[in-house]
Structure formats: structure tokens, C-alpha cells
Nanobody, 118 residues
Framework: QVQLVESGGGLVQAGGSLRLSCAAS????????MGWYRQTPGKQRELVAT???????NYADSVKARFTISRDNAKNTVYLQMNSLKPEDTAVYYC????????????WGQGTQVTVSS
């Protein structure tokens, strides 16, 4: 069993910055890709950014040049640095981890609220 714990959400004014963290804990697993997704009420969860175990990244067009995903493999932690935040970035942000524990299992965190005021 793997647990993902997110932190770093909160309220920020437009143009501000936040840094989200997501730490994976458990035993007997390895992590392939990790990612951040977000969801607003009434909408589907959408991709924000992903990063592979060797550091290859992928971003949604809406966050390119503003958000940066990174990871510390030694700590099983993924980060999302969010700069130049906009009110439309307001959402619950979820991290996920594509793990291998004999079989491939995708885990999700509990979510952290990010609110950007105008």
C-alpha cells in the first residue's frame, strides 16, 4: 500500500506563487511517473503536469511557462511550483503516482485546495 500526502495549497492573490508537495510513503514499491491534476466543481479532473522517473516533463498548455514540476526520487516526492497564478487556476490539486509493486498500481492523493483571488 502506498500513501500520497499533499501539502502547500492555500489562498493567494493573482500574480502570486505557491509550491505544492506530494510525498509517497509505503514499502516495497518503485515509482514510474508522477503527476499533478486539478479539478473544479462540475468539471472533469484535468492534467496539469507529469514527470517521469528520469525527469521528462509534460505540461498542459494553460500552465506552460508558469508552472514547474520536479521530483526528488530519494524522497519519493513530487513538487509543483506555481508562479503567475490566475483566478482560473483555482481548483483542488491532486497528485498521483504510477507505482510498481509486483503489478502496476496508480495511487492518488487526497487533494489540496488552491484558491487564487483576483
Amino acid at each position: 500500500q502506498v500513501q500520497l500526502v499533499e501539502s502547500g495549497g492555500g489562498l493567494v492573490q493573482a500574480g502570486g506563487s505557491l509550491r505544492l508537495s506530494c510525498a509517497a510513503s509505503g514499502s516495497g514499491f518503485s515509482i514510474n511517473a508522477m503527476g499533478w491534476y486539478r479539478q473544479t466543481p462540475g468539471k472533469q479532473r484535468e492534467l496539469v503536469a507529469t514527470i517521469t522517473s528520469v525527469g521528462s516533463t509534460n505540461y498542459a498548455d494553460s500552465v506552460k511557462a508558469r508552472f514547474t514540476i520536479s521530483r526528488d526520487n530519494a524522497k519519493n516526492t513530487v513538487y509543483l511550483q506555481m508562479n503567475s497564478l490566475k483566478p482560473e487556476d483555482t481548483a483542488v490539486y491532486y497528485c498521483n503516482a504510477d507505482t510498481l509493486q509486483r503489478v502496476r498500481i496508480l495511487y492518488w492523493g487526497q487533494g489540496t485546495q488552491v484558491t487564487v483571488s483576483s
